[in-house]
């Protein structure tokens, strides 16, 4: 008997949030299956359709940060380590890039250009302190353009077909993970986690996402909106949203800069 969508959401998001927990609470397995994914995941993945290099890259540019993600949390003082806490933000924000490019190449660039500025806004550091702190991951309105932005991105994007409902779970998750937390770095291992384990499961078992994709989800159904009033009146607010973001970090950036002359003083 094939589940029922609601039934299989509840499921999916069940293993996803509980695997992803487990990779969180023990650091030293999570090494170790994140790195034997690095080489074994092309030969467990079913790639019949992985015709393009794009298709590799976005896969890959989840699954090498998950191991990187596991061997810092696991090994926080060695040496390499302490590289990746400088590397790693800069990856997070070529991944949103990486999002945004593709969404410029397809028939939304617009919305494209929109993302690219959501990832260039990503904190350049883990913690944030003083007049940094609105940089952070917690930021109501870098979550909310980031949300917006990418939730259009899958929605209307004609390459999405039975990943859309996954992905979007997967998005709607780290949002909400991120309400909960006030860490940057739990915030951002719940973030790659889940997507890592989507990935995986997109990947390897692609037949399980047939379960997540209902006739009003299919490719045909969904591109309907586009150019439509409801699609445009999207599009101007994920605009409004994002310039928002840009003028608060402008302010921001306004008030470091006034205020690092004093404390030089």
Same mark, same amino acid.
């Given at each position: 008997?094939?589940?029922?969508? *609601?039934?299989? /959401?509840?499921?999916?998001?069940?293993?996803?949030?509980?695997?992803?927990?487990?990779?969180?609470?023990?650091?030293?397995?999570?090494?170790?299956?994140?790195?034997? /994914?690095?080489?074994?995941? *092309?030969?467990?993945?079913?790639?019949?359709?992985?015709?393009?290099?794009?298709?590799?890259?976005?896969?890959?540019?989840?699954? #090498? =940060?998950?191991?990187?993600?596991?061997?810092?949390?696991?090994? =926080?003082?060695?040496?390499?380590?302490?590289?990746?806490?400088?590397?790693? =933000?800069?990856?997070? #924000?070529?991944?949103?890039?990486? +999002?945004?490019?593709? !969404?410029?190449?397809? *028939?939304?660039? #617009?919305?494209?250009?929109?993302?690219? #500025?959501?990832?260039?806004?990503?904190?350049?550091?883990?913690?944030?302190?003083?007049?940094?702190?609105?940089?952070?991951?917690?930021? =109501?309105?870098?979550?909310?353009?980031?949300?917006?932005?990418?939730?259009?991105?899958?929605?209307?994007?004609?390459?999405? !077909?039975?990943?859309?409902?996954?992905? $979007?779970? +997967?998005?709607?998750?780290?949002?909400?993970?991120?309400?909960? !937390?006030?860490?940057?770095?739990?915030? +951002?291992?719940?973030?790659?986690?889940? $997507?890592?384990?989507?990935?995986?499961?997109?990947?390897?078992?692609?037949?399980?996402?047939?379960?997540?994709?209902?006739?009003?989800?299919?490719? !045909?159904?969904?591109?309907?909106?586009?150019?439509?009033? $409801?699609?445009?009146?999207?599009?101007?607010?994920?605009?409004? +949203?994002?310039?928002?973001?840009?003028?608060?970090?402008?302010?921001?950036?306004?008030?470091?800069?006034?205020?690092?002359?004093?404390?030089?003083?």
């Amino acid at each position: 008997m094939v589940p029922s969508f *609601p039934l299989a /959401m509840v499921i999916f998001v069940t293993a996803n949030v509980l695997l992803a927990y487990l990779l969180r609470r023990f650091a030293r397995p999570a090494v170790w299956i994140t790195g034997l /994914m690095l080489v074994l995941f *092309p030969l467990f993945s079913d790639t019949s359709d992985w015709n393009d290099w794009l298709t590799w890259v976005k896969r890959y540019s989840i699954i #090498i =940060p998950a191991f990187l993600w596991a061997f810092l949390r696991d090994r =926080p003082g060695h040496r390499f380590s302490r590289i990746l806490r400088v590397a790693l =933000p800069w990856v997070l #924000i070529l991944n949103v890039l990486e +999002v945004g490019l593709f !969404e410029m190449l397809g *028939p939304n660039p #617009i919305n494209g250009v929109a993302i690219a #500025i959501v990832g260039l806004c990503i904190p350049l550091k883990w913690s944030q302190s003083g007049a940094q702190r609105q940089f952070g991951f917690g930021d =109501p309105l870098w979550q909310a353009a980031y949300l917006m932005t990418l939730t259009r991105f899958f929605w209307l994007h004609p390459r999405f !077909e039975n990943g859309t409902a996954g992905a $979007l779970i +997967v998005l709607a998750l780290a949002s909400l993970l991120c309400a909960v !937390e006030r860490n940057s770095q739990n915030y +951002v291992g719940w973030r790659l986690y889940t $997507l890592y384990l989507f990935v995986l499961q997109d990947s390897i078992f692609p037949s399980v996402s047939d379960y997540l994709y209902p006739t009003w989800l299919h490719v !045909e159904n969904r591109v309907k909106l586009q150019g439509t009033p $409801l699609s445009q009146a999207w599009l101007v607010l994920n605009v409004v +949203v994002v310039a928002a973001l840009l003028i608060q970090r402008a302010r921001a950036w306004r008030a470091q800069s006034a205020l690092a002359p004093a404390a030089a003083g």
